[in-house]
């Protein structure tokens, strides 16, 4: 059981330590990134309750809405709804690319709870692959959000639609992600590689965008 546990929380600590790390300005308190990583291991129960009902019902059990609406617009809109009302205040929250170490916690907090329940029901074989494609890709659509949060609380003049694209566009590429695993089936592996490459550049070149806005800030 220790062994388990420990490689499912592994991937997301490794994660949040690599964008932990690319903060060039100030580094977060420890404390405030492990309350961020709470919320996010939090949110899992009540979500995963909502999902169970909607599938026990048969709403919206076709593959685009499953992929869209059920996973990816439900479990962003739940990050993004958290991370605005405890986050967002934050006195520590300072640049923009503090945003994304905050967006990156709550959705490996997400990301962590959910990979100990999946590896416990299937196994610790799937360890490997769960690093690579689930966690990773929850870390990256947390770049996304708290990139544009941050860009929300430090750039006024744009700050509602900030606001919007922390919710929807990590809720689109989550959505498509679900969307390639669902409509490929067998042969997902051909549509994820390079989903996750791009998604990979995406996310880097938000780390690089924010800390440049950040050290203009200061």
């Known amino acids: 059981m220790f062994a388990l546990i420990s490689v499912s929380i592994a991937p997301a600590f490794a994660l949040l330590s690599f964008f932990y790390l690319k903060d060039e300005y100030e580094l977060e308190p420890i404390n405030a990134i492990f309350r961020t990583f ?10 995963m309750f909502i999902q ?24 962003e809109f739940f990050k993004w709804f958290i991370f605005i009302f405890t986050t967002y205040k934050y006195s520590k929250f300072n640049t923009v690319y503090d945003g994304i170490v905050y967006g990156v916690s709550i959705s490996l907090g997400f990301a962590t709870v959910e990979n100990i329940l999946y590896l416990f029901a299937h196994g610790i074989e799937f360890a490997f692959s769960r690093a690579i494609f689930p966690v990773s890709s929850h870390a990256l659509f947390g770049v996304i959000m708290g990139y544009y949060l941050g860009r929300a609380k ?3 003049n744009n700050g509602i639609l900030s606001l919007l694209l922390a ?18 089936e067998n042969q997902w592996i051909y549509g994820l590689i ?15 965008v924010a800390n440049e806005i950040s050290h203009q800030q200061v």
């Open 194 to 208: 390079p989903f996750m490459v791009i998604l990979w550049l995406l996310s880097l070149r938000k780390v690089k």
């Open 52 to 75: 169970y009902a909607f599938q026990e019902e048969g709403i919206a059990q076709t593959p685009f809405l499953q992929s869209y609406f059920i996973y990816g617009l439900f479990e």
């Open 154 to 156: 430090f750039s006024p």
């Open 38 to 47: 709470i919320y996010g291991a939090l949110l899992v129960f009540p979500i």
């Open 167 to 184: 919710l929807l566009l990590p809720t689109f590429l989550h959505g498509t992600y679900d969307f390639i695993l669902e409509a490929i």
